[in-house]
């Protein structure tokens, strides 16, 4: 599957290249990627699940990673664009179109985890506002890291269940 929206081509990753563009994105962004554990984490997490990567003149500029975790709902497991690619609708573009795909597939809304605005860390507020401006909802707060890391998990409806 492949679209173009504008001067942004989006593709499907394979298993393979999804972790090693995962590790190339992530080295661009140590303000969110600073835990090697988790970049770890996340970079064979990747091999497991649905990526599609934003192509810009033939370079990755981005890349979203979604896993399917109940019925008809899809869940954002991973989302980064290279830092010399940020505000230029990259993460915009892989967000909509793994909407549409989502859809296509029946499933009808969309999580994300990700730091608490609460944290008062300005990356992650980025983060968070990039969500909240496409519609994400708050949901709930946990402390699945400990007492030092809230996260607040964000719900978006995609579309609708006619049963």
């Known amino acids: 599957m492949e679209d173009s929206l504008e001067n942004v081509s989006i593709v499907h990753l394979e298993p393979v290249l999804s972790e090693q563009t995962c590790r190339v994105i992530s080295s661009t962004l140590p303000e969110w990627f600073g835990i090697p554990e988790a970049n770890e984490k996340y970079a064979a997490g990747v091999k497991e699940r649905t990526s599609f990567s934003a192509v810009v003149q033939g370079e990755c500029a981005g890349m979203i990673t979604l896993d399917f975790p109940f019925p008809n ?36 809304s969309l999580t994300v ?8 860390d300005s ?29 607040i998990y964000l719900f978006k409806k995609i579309g609708f269940d006619k049963s």
């Open 113 to 120: 985890e990700t730091l608490s605005p609460k944290q008062n």
């Open 73 to 108: 709902v899809a869940n954002i497991y991973w989302l980064a664009v290279k830092k010399e690619f940020h505000h230029q609708g990259i993460g915009t573009a892989l967000l909509k179109y793994a909407e549409s795909f989502c859809l296509m597939q029946k499933y009808h």
């Open 123 to 151: 990356n992650y507020l980025k983060t968070y506002n990039f969500y909240k401006n496409l519609g994400f909802q708050e949901l709930f707060e946990l402390q699945p890291y400990g007492p030092d890391n809230t996260m």
